[in-house]
Antibody, heavy 116, light 110 residues
């Protein structure tokens, strides 16, 4: 079955750009007409949808983050990526990637800490 | 888009039934039949339990059921088991290709 795995730096300095990649295994990212999403969760808090991408490259973003977010896809590597610019401590969270509009399945998540 | 409103906590004894509410607006929960529910155990990724208001993915126990009335969706867990103790989140489509989550509910099995 399809599995997702997030990867990227666990520590980012304030004002810099957070960059994460989600690698899809067990199936092609291009099959099934799925959107692929990023979702985050600050420690002890709820989930926040960040945005999504279709394999054609079409994207949708959370309006609250839209000015700082870029999601891209590399079908040749079966990966999609997140870039969040001008980060602050408020962006410290576990970042998840997930498939489709049902958000199923999810990756295991990766903790990103914003600190100098 | 504001987060959907869920109770911070609910509790129940083994074997009992509990219901978690998820209140939104006519622009999200009330406007679309795209409400999903997720179970999250500590330190783990969320797991899809219900989608499209009341549909269960393959492998999810039929003790879990979903319903929607107006701007409020609900998740009912019947025959509570110790393993059901977790955080539960609702999520709804909010139009314009945007998705919004609830604040989460901590379920305690007494």
């Amino acid at each position: 079955q399809v599995q997702l795995q997030e990867s990227g730096p666990g520590l980012v300095k304030p004002s810099q750009t957070l960059s994460l990649t989600c690698t899809v295994s067990g199936g092609s990212i291009s099959s099934g007409n799925y959107y692929w999403s990023w979702i985050r969760q600050p420690a002890g808090k709820g989930l926040e949808w960040i945005g999504r991408i279709y394999t054609s490259g079409s994207t949708n973003y959370n309006p609250s983050l839209k000015s700082r977010v870029t999601i891209s896809v590399d079908t040749s590597k079966n990966q999609f990526s997140l870039k969040l610019s001008s980060v602050t401590a408020a962006d410290t969270a576990v970042y998840y990637c997930a498939r489709g509009d049902r958000f199923d399945p999810w990756g295991q998540g990766t903790l990103v800490t914003v600190s100098s | 888009q504001s987060a959907l409103t869920q109770p911070a906590s609910v509790s129940g004894s083994p074997g009992q039934s509990i219901t978690i509410s998820c209140t939104g607006t006519s622009s999200d929960v009330g406007g679309y039949n795209y409400v999903s529910w997720y179970q999250q155990h500590p330190g783990k990724a969320p797991k899809l339990m219900i989608y499209d208001v009341s549909k269960r993915p393959s492998g999810v126990s039929n003790r879990f059921s979903g319903f929607k009335s107006g701007n409020t969706a609900s998740l009912t867990i019947s025959g509570l088991q110790a393993e059901d103790e977790a955080d539960y989140y609702c999520c709804s489509y909010a139009g314009s290709s945007i998705w919004v989550f609830g604040g989460g509910t901590k379920l305690t099995v007494l």
